[in-house]
């Protein structure tokens, strides 16, 4: 008896579940006795088709009624795989697994492309075995004229996976974190963009406070608008929109930045898509100008970054003649200030498939971007490529978690190279993409060989979420930030200035930059290397110089030096740090010549000035020796004033020895300050 006991039971457990994996129609005679429930749910379904058969923009509408279709009954084939497509193709892409699955054991023929998008997901989910297993699978049941068509494709989803296999086996050591609801909302943030110092943060976003607060008739979300956010004491404010000035009624995004953050590259819908420059007068920004021809084309122009010394512009253009769909262009100013012809950076960097997301980091030299080439595991991938000895080396991955099998792209990174800034479309997001903050760790230093002091660190360090190595080694960059505030050596007024970097060594202006008119506030990038000149000039001032000598070897540091402008008055007087004279000697070195064409050019905008040019040592040797050597350099510079057109009548030397130090002459650094050449407004 217990024996037919167990036998039904046994038919009947494998009748239910044969039932579940069932097709079940949408035919009011598979539901006697739910009638009115099946023509509710046969109407979610219905409604969820018209959305569907709009097309990708309305999938996440036609899925509200999909799923309460899917309550009634969860086992119609079709309605599976149709919620699958809309999660595969909008949010919580992972999501569509379940639904694939579930259609693949309701009805394998459900669509031809069944197995192919069950294992584009899977690729999402980093399971690349299975996803590899369904691209064979359904590359075996192509028909042969498919299979030739679509066999490419196939090949490089897989290879993509073998990529990701890799990858994930050797993660990079970072923290990946959600920049937090005060940033992120429900809707669509991207493509963030910092200043060099991370104090400020441009992104776009598709929320309902754009300006004109209206949708896009073509996918159904709201216009994208570009939003500001400033650090303040580590934490970022509430975003602002910085309404009319930036954004339009229409498509308005963030594309590019200068280090500085005084120039702004933006995104409009126009002409196919074209890049608009703004710049940040005072705390008003200017009127979008649209770059010019060699940059924007009828062609799509998506994505630019600037170069440091903002002389060089970095590019991505779908135009005809490159290696794939989108490539990375550059165009150089020419001497009046205009875009050149555009150059495509070469096969090394571009691929036959698409580049996008370009950043130039302020070193001068390691360009960002995101490419589906290479070897991506999947979607866009984010690189990193070093621009040496003339050209670019091969494409590096930054690696998995910072990058998915799905879109990695329009990726930004501080200065000093330990934070990275992206958009992510992640399960545990926000919305629907978030940005996110990375903290690079940089390489693993080894453990101490000592047992005894590894267990004391293991009982004594407290326990995080995020597990790190006791000791990380930060990596650090070869740039050297210069930032401050310039401002009037009497009122200590804020001043809008003219910055002016300058190569000693080949004597050439290098690049210019302007102090906010406003705050006086200026950010300079130095790439180490370089001997720097550095001047500062403002209508109605003495100019004042700086001198930077930054080795090759040099590593990341931040250099905040306020400076002080003197009035074109009687009396004032200014220090000329780029000034060198050979050691002992009263020979000016050519590394000298910068700084006294800015003189030269001193006294010919001011033809009535009249200067003494005085020269100063420190206390080292006798006063006699000293007194005749800053005599003797104080007229070498008198001699190249003269030379170049000065009248003797308005020039003077004299030679101070040590008599006027300005700073001890007990350390080094005093008695370098003290070895100085001065000039001091005898009349005007």
Same mark, same amino acid.
């Given at each position: ?115 192919y998008y069950l294992a584009q997901a899977c690729q999402l989910n980093l399971d690349f075995d299975k996803a590899i297993q369904y691209y064979k699978e359904y590359k075996i049941g192509l028909a042969p004229s498919d299979a030739a068509e679509e066999s490419k494709d196939i090949e490089k989803h897989i290879e993509e996976c073998e990529n990701g296999k890799e990858l994930v086996r050797k993660p990079a050591r970072v923290f990946i974190d959600n920049m937090g609801p005060k940033i992120n909302t429900i809707y669509s943030e991207y493509s963030p963009l910092i200043n060099v110092d991370e104090s400020k943060l441009f992104f776009t976003s598709r929320r309902p406070d754009t300006y004109g607060s209206? %949708? ?18 580590? *934490? ?31 995104? %409009? ?71 050149? *012809? ?19 980091? &302020? ?31 091969? &494409? ?49 230093? &080894? ?22 190595? &006791? ?74 110089? *700086? ?37 002992? %000697? ?93 000039? %001091?407004?005898?009349?005007?």
């Open positions: 008896m217990k024996k037919i006991y167990f036998s039904v039971l046994m038919i009947f457990i494998s009748l239910s579940a044969f039932c579940q994996n069932k097709n079940v129609d949408f035919d009011v005679d598979n539901f006697p006795g739910k009638e009115s429930d099946f023509y509710k749910a046969r109407t979610e379904f219905k409604k969820g088709n018209k959305y569907f058969d709009m097309g990708k923009s309305m999938y996440v509408t036609a899925l509200k009624y999909y799923l309460d279709a899917n309550k009634f009954n969860p086992n119609n084939a079709d309605l599976n795989f149709r919620i699958g497509i809309c999660y595969l193709k909008s949010v919580q892409k992972v999501n569509s697994i379940t639904y694939f699955e579930k259609a693949l054991s309701l009805n394998a023929q459900v669509d031809p492309k069944l197995k209206k %949708k896009d008739e073509n996918d159904n979300e709201f216009y994208e608008d570009i939003y500001i956010t400033d650090n303040k004491n580590g *934490e970022w404010t509430t975003p602002t929109n910085p309404s009319k000035s930036l954004n339009c009624k229409k498509h308005d995004a963030t594309v590019g930045l200068s280090p500085d953050g005084q120039t702004l590259l933006i995104y %409009k819908g126009t002409n196919g898509g074209d890049i608009y420059e703004c710049k940040l007068d005072g705390d008003e920004w200017t009127k979008p100008k649209k770059l010019n021809k060699y940059i924007n084309t009828g062609y799509h122009e998506s994505s630019a970054s600037l170069s440091y010394d903002g002389k060089i512009i970095y590019f991505v253009s779908d135009r005809d003649g490159g290696f794939g769909g989108s490539d990375i262009y550059l165009s150089k100013l020419d001497k009046k200030g205009r875009w050149t *012809e555009a150059v495509n950076l070469g096969s090394i960097v571009n691929t036959p498939y698409d580049e996008e997301g370009v950043f130039m980091h &302020p070193n001068g030299k390691t360009l960002y971007f995101s490419s589906k080439g290479h070897n991506t595991m999947g979607g866009y991938d984010i690189f990193k490529t070093n621009y040496e000895n003339g050209k670019w080396t091969e &494409p590096e991955n930054l690696g998995y978690p910072i990058n998915s099998a799905d879109d990695d792209v329009f990726f930004s990174i501080s200065g000093n190279e330990l934070h990275g800034y992206y958009s992510s479309d992640k399960p545990q997001g926000y919305g629907r993409q978030d940005l996110y903050i990375i903290t690079f760790l940089g390489p693993e230093k &080894p453990l101490i060989n000592n047992t005894e002091d590894n267990l004391i660190a293991s009982q004594t360090e407290p326990v995080s979420e995020k597990v790190i190595e &006791p000791v990380v080694e930060i990596k650090q960059n070869q740039l050297t930030l210069l930032k401050g505030i310039v401002m009037d050596d009497l009122t200590s007024e804020p001043l809008g200035a003219i910055l002016e970097i300058t190569d000693n060594e080949k004597n050439e202006v290098i690049a210019s930059f302007e102090s906010n008119n406003k705050t006086g506030k200026y950010l300079i990038s130095l790439p180490s290397g370089k001997n720097y000149g550095l001047a500062v000039k403002a209508d109605g001032y003495l100019f004042h110089s *700086e001198n930077f000598n930054i080795p090759a070897s040099s590593q990341y540091q931040e250099i905040v030096k306020d400076i002080r402008l003197q009035r074109l008055a009687v009396g004032s007087k200014i220090v000329l740090n780029n000034i060198f004279f050979d050691f002992n %000697k009263a020979t000016l070195r050519p590394e000298s010549t910068a700084e006294l064409d800015r003189l030269v050019k001193m006294m010919n905008d001011v033809p009535s000035l009249k200067i003494e040019v005085s020269g100063h040592t420190d206390n080292v040797g006798s006063a006699a020796y000293n007194k005749k050597l800053s005599e003797e350099r104080a007229k070498s510079v008198y001699d190249f004033l003269v030379s170049h057109g000065i009248n003797k009548d308005r020039l003077t030397y004299v030679g101070y020895g040590f008599e006027k130090p300005i700073a001890t002459n007990d350390t080094e650094e005093g008695r370098q300050l003290n070895r100085r050449t001065e000039v %001091k407004i005898i009349s005007k």
